[in-house]
């Protein structure tokens, strides 16, 4: 498992080398493979979806404009995340003033503040089709086949590597990793209709 | 469709593919966008796993970005100092910062082996003085010459001998009969 992490630390060295050396598209496959991350981490302080992504954007920019200054000392995606955290906290910090100048009633401010899914300024119809979707992917996943239900979450809720999934349930890692493909795929095949 | 891309994608979330597959990879989902909706698709479902929240980014997530960065002015680009020539300049550097602080020291240590060599020379003299003063203090006068009492007292004679300017008085004026006066010049 190390040696497949410091793979992926030399593949991000090595596309930020590109970027550093002028070639932009270098940029485009850092966002492709960290964009799911930092929207999960921003959405961790900032609950509406949208503006997650917005804020998420935002910090991938600055830290494209910054990328000069990163020296490597740190791997990528630490830094990374560095930059999505303060961006979030600023949104947020902005987003406050912003609010002030409205003089919000304090009573609203307290039902709001106590209402965790109302934070995000969700639709009801969002939270309906999320809750859908959440309710889809567990049912999706109990009903797996019992091998596939046990790579998938050993993978997911362990964070075990395939090698460790292939010891603990005693098959080939390529068997392990078929039964997580196939997993993927079968919630997958539940989730997508949900999403068009 | 893609069936063996799909499997490739699985991998790459899970970090169980080497350095060249997963850039290969990557540049395929970054040239087909059903490629993005489904590693956006898996990525969702992990984190429903984990957290019982569904989060899926639009699919123009990156398309944006990657539109503000071709729109960046020269200025805010990144600087061309790549980092891992940084480290191999900060390397040498490193090198020569040990270079240079091994030869002070060198330096410092030698310096301090001379000093104390000094310090041992000057401080076994002062020691070697002190000795020979003590000696002599604890001798008599006498012995701090090397010579005898015997020879000491005659040189004591002579010397009174030689200066002695005493005069016998018989009668003469102004002074008292048999009166001896000596007057000794004291060096």
Partial sequence: ?196 | MHEDLNQKISQFLDNELDQDEALSILQKIQLQPDLKDKINRYEAISHVLKTDVFLYPSSDFSAKINQQILQEPYYLLPRSHPFTENKLFKHSNKILVVAASIAVVAIITAQGVNYSDNKIKTSSTVQLAQTQAIEQVSKPSAYRYGNEPSSVNARINDYLQAHNSSVYTNGEVNFRPFARVSAYSQE
Avoid at chain 1, 112 to 124: H, K, R, S, V, Y
């Fill in chain 1, 1 to 196: 498992m190390n040696s497949q992490i410091r793979a992926s630390e030399q593949l991000d060295q090595d596309l930020v080398l590109r970027v550093q050396q002028g070639d932009k598209s270098a940029y485009d496959l850092l966002v492709i493979k960290y964009q799911h991350k930092i929207i999960q981490l921003v959405n961790r302080y900032i609950k509406d979806p949208s503006e997650a992504q917005d804020v998420a954007q935002e910090a991938f920019i600055k830290a494209y404009r910054a990328l000069g200054n990163f020296r490597g000392e740190s791997a990528f995606y630490t830094w990374l995340y560095r930059i999505a955290i303060n961006t979030a906290k600023n949104y947020l910090v902005s987003r406050a003033r912003r609010n002030s100048d409205y003089q919000v009633d304090i009573q609203d401010a307290e039902q709001i503040e106590n209402a965790p899914q109302l934070q995000g300024m969700e639709t009801p119809d969002r939270l309906l089709s999320n809750q859908e979707i959440v309710e889809t992917i567990k049912s999706a996943i109990e009903n797996l086949p019992e091998e596939m239900r046990v790579a998938i979450m050993l993978r997911e809720f362990e964070g075990l590597s395939y090698e460790e999934i292939s010891v603990a349930m005693d098959c080939p890692v390529g068997t392990v990793r078929s039964r997580i493909f196939r997993a993927r795929e079968a919630i997958d095949s539940k989730l997508t209709p949900l999403l068009d």
